[in-house]
Nanobody, 120 residues
Framework: QVQLVESGGGLVQPGGSLRLSCVASGNFRGMGAVGWYRQAPGKQRELVAS???????SYAESVKGRFTISRNYNNNTVYLQMNSLEPEDTAVYYC??????????????WGQGTQVLISS
């Protein structure tokens, strides 16, 4: 069974940092484009950062200069380094990835989410 599992969320004071991780496991051949989304209470899920299959990053304006997305091809892990965190960054953060499956198919997967709370 293919799945994405996030970790690294928690409670941090404003100005602090967190690094989220997302590990893909199961029977797949490789990762395509990946992204981190977040959903705050009462708001729609939004794209925070993405990394194309060729490695080009893209960021929401609200996190540019503070967040960095990266990936490790060797262990099928995607990271989101979050610095200078603000209360407005409080949300559940979700990992999303296109995975190349045996037989040639490509399928989109979501992780279960990890809670990030920024508060003093």
């Amino acid at each position: 069974q293919v799945q994405l599992v996030e970790s690294g969320g928690g409670l941090v004071q404003p100005g602090g940092s967190l690094r989220l991780s997302c590990v893909a496991s199961g029977n797949f051949r490789g990762m395509g484009a990946v992204g981190w989304y977040r959903q705050a209470p009462g708001k729609q899920r939004e794209l925070v950062a993405s990394l194309s299959s060729s490695g080009s990053p893209s960021y929401a304006e609200s996190v540019k200069g503070r967040f960095t997305i990266s990936r490790n091809y060797n262990n099928n892990t995607v990271y989101l380094q979050m610095n200078s965190l603000e209360p407005e960054d409080t949300a559940v953060y979700y990992c999303n990835s296109w995975l190349h499956l045996p037989g040639g198919a490509t399928q989109n997967y979501w992780g279960q989410g990890t809670q990030v709370l920024i508060s003093s």
